[in-house]
Structures are given as structure tokens and as C-alpha cells.
């Protein structure tokens, strides 16, 4: 999936209604997976070409900025991002021949991933007949995926991701009809990634031209 950054609002109006942690004040795990497990949680099941997901409703498009800003005060110190950081700063700098001063740290940032359908419930292939059935889901768990270093986003080459911020979640049986088998296994939901914004320019990188070591055939970053 491709991220954009999107500047996030601190808009204290923004703070949740009910008892406990507001979304700005999210500052652990557990408080953003709290938070999350109070949205609805129910999808209906799409294609796009052949890419099967569960839409969101709008609660949680519209919650999508406080996530990742939630995850940024979560890993802000992370020593394994920092890690895959590095390792994506090294393969810019060897392989693509940038200059270290044009991918340093202080430039990496936490996207939202920005995708045609927003934020969904990725899934494998179903039948046909399961389209726009509702499916109920659990938010489970936070989990971090490093992405394929040096792979670009497939939507916009000028993105580099380094780490992926997923949620585990647990699909229960259709809210509607016959159970769907499939949908009693575990999905996920990607809620944001941290990577970095290339610029290439050549008058700026001592003209170094791309090795060609960095050519991707056929590969192409799995869709989240």
C-alpha cells in the first residue's frame, strides 16, 4: 500500500467521550488496542479486482490520523524500527546512490497507508456469492511487520517503507445467513507504516546513476 503523509491535527475535541484514554492520549499498546475494540466492528465483504478486503465503516476512516499518531508515541523510541531505519538508509545511500545528508534519520516518518478502499481487513480469495456479506471481527493484537527493504510503494515509487504497523484481528461467522468458513481463521489490518520520501535528484547526489542491482523484476510489495 502506498503512504502519504498527511499532516494530523491535535484537535482536543477530538478526545473520546466515554471513560479512560482519549485518542491523544495514547501512549501504550493496550490503550490504542482499547480504543479500537470500541469502534465497530463489523465489515462488508469486498472485491477489488482480485483483491478481497472487509470495509470499514467510517468510524474507523475517521479515527485513521489519531492511529498513527497513537503509534508514533508508542515505537517513538523503538530500537527495532530504528534498526530497519538504518537498514533501509543503507540500501538508499549503496544501492540507490543517495547522498546521506538526503535520507537521514530526522526525515523518516509514520504514514497513514492511503489505499483506494481506506483502511480494511485484508482477506484471501472467497466465493463469489460471499460478496457483500457482513462479517464480525476482534481486534487481537498490534503487530510489527518489517517491509522488503528496497522494494518502492507500487502506488508512488518515491516511498520507501521500512516497518509495518498491523492489527491482528479474529473473524467470526457472517452477521447474516450461513456461516463462511474462512472467515473463522485470523486477518489483519494495516494501520500505518514509517518509512521515507525520496526525492531523487541527480544534481544533488553527484549524478550517480541507479545500480543495476536495485532493479525489481516482477517483484512487487504485497498488498496490505
Request: net charge positive.
Amino acid at each position: 500500500s502506498n503512504c502519504l503523509p498527511k499532516r494530523i491535527s491535535c484537535n482536543r475535541r477530538s478526545m473520546d467521550d466515554s471513560k479512560g484514554c482519549g485518542w491523544l492520549d495514547i501512549h501504550s499498546k493496550e490503550d490504542l488496542l482499547g480504543l479500537l475494540n470500541r469502534l465497530d466492528r463489523v465489515g462488508v465483504i469486498c472485491r477489488e479486482d482480485k483483491f478481497f478486503y472487509l470495509k470499514l465503516s467510517d468510524q474507523w476512516q475517521d479515527k485513521a490520523d489519531e492511529c498513527v499518531l497513537g503509534i508514533s508515541n508508542i515505537y517513538r523510541y523503538d530500537k527495532n524500527l530504528k534498526s530497519n531505519q538504518a537498514k533501509l538508509r543503507k540500501f538508499l545511500i549503496e544501492k540507490e546512490g543517495l547522498s546521506p545528508s538526503a535520507v537521514g534519520f530526522e526525515k523518516f516518518r509514520m504514514y497513514k497507508p492511503l489505499s483506494s478502499v481506506g483502511l480494511h481487513v485484508s482477506l484471501e480469495a472467497v466465493r463469489e456469492e460471499e460478496i457483500g456479506k457482513k462479517i464480525k471481527f476482534t481486534v487481537k493484537d498490534l503487530m510489527l511487520q518489517r517491509a522488503n527493504v528496497g522494494i518502492p510503494s507500487r502506488h508512488d515509487s518515491s516511498y520507501f517503507h521500512c516497518q509495518w504497523f498491523q492489527l491482528a484481528v479474529e473473524l467470526s461467522p457472517a452477521v447474516e445467513g450461513e456461516d463462511i468458513p474462512f472467515a473463522k481463521g485470523r486477518a489483519h489490518i494495516s494501520l500505518a507504516c514509517n518509512g521515507i520520501h525520496v526525492i531523487k535528484d541527480d544534481s544533488k547526489n553527484g549524478g550517480k546513476k541507479k545500480s543495476k542491482g536495485t532493479k525489481t523484476k516482477g517483484a512487487k510489495e504485497r498488498r496490505k
